[in-house]
Antibody, heavy 119, light 107 residues
Framework: EVQLQQSGAELVKPGASVKLSCKTS????????MSWLKQMPGQNIEWIGN????????GYNQKFKGKATLTVDKSSSTAYMDLSSLTSEDSAVYFC????????????WGQGVMVTVSS | DIQMTQSPASLSASLEEIVTITCQAS??????LAWYQQKPGKSPQLLIY???SLADGVPSRFSGSRSGTQYSLKISRLQVEDIGIYYC?????????FGAGTKLELK
């Protein structure tokens, strides 16, 4: 069974950074891209970027370049996302989601993690 | 970026009713379109990909279609468990973009 388990909720101060994790199981991590997505309360879903589990190759939404940095640890089948210089606009739920190779849709999702930026 | 204009924003329907949600793409995306259902406090779940293909485990009352750059999700006989927010996603080119969502409620 494919599972994506995300780390817990974060409360961070403005200007700080946070690192989110997404531990996977049930499939061959190195054969798939992992995407990260942002959903502000009551808002649309935004695609942040993706990273290939095999070689760490990345692709970013221009909007999130400089804000998000994606990495992987193949040994633990875990994907990470660093968010830097946090502001209130970064307060949102962040999802990791496995991207289907052929059709570019997201077939498995993590449960989401709430990041709250507040002093 | 490709814009996905989804309508309606909200919809109230009765059990067993036919429900249709549409998404208009700002440019040609072929059949690179997926639909998701999201329930409160949960992550989105894939319903349809490639415009018309049903994801594993999705009931056959869900179907997808396309006319040009307009895409539709149809629920043939609405059930209680279908209540939630529905999103379309274009999978043609990065950045992948989503519609703003349709909130489906029971009348």
């Amino acid at each position: 069974e494919v599972q994506l388990q995300q780390s817990g909720a974060e409360l961070v101060k403005p200007g700080a950074s946070v690192k989110l994790s997404c531990k996977t199981s049930g499939y061959t991590f190195s054969n798939y891209y992992m995407s990260w997505l942002k959903q502000m309360p009551g808002q649309n879903i935004e695609w942040i970027g993706n990273i290939y589990g095999g070689n760490g190759g990345t692709g970013y939404n221009q909007k999130f370049k400089g804000k998000a940095t994606l990495t992987v640890d193949k040994s633990s089948s875990t994907a990470y996302m660093d968010l830097s210089s946090l502001t209130s606009e970064d307060s949102a739920v962040y999802f990791c989601a496995r991207k289907n190779y052929g059709y570019n849709f997201f077939d498995y999702w993590g449960q989401g993690v709430m990041v709250t930026v507040s002093s | 970026d490709i814009q996905m204009t989804q309508s309606p924003a909200s919809l109230s329907a009765s059990l067993e009713e036919i429900v249709t949600i549409t998404c208009q793409a700002s440019q040609n995306i072929g059949n690179w379109l997926a639909w998701y259902q999201q329930k409160p406090g949960k992550s989105p779940q894939l319903l349809i990909y490639g415009t018309t293909s049903l994801a594993d485990g999705v009931p056959s009352r869900f179907s997808g279609s396309r006319s040009g750059t307009q895409y539709s999700l149809k629920i043939s006989r609405l059930q209680v468990e279908d209540i939630g927010i529905y999103y379309c996603q274009q999978a043609s080119s990065t950045p992948y973009t989503f519609g703003a969502g349709t909130k489906l409620e029971l009348k």
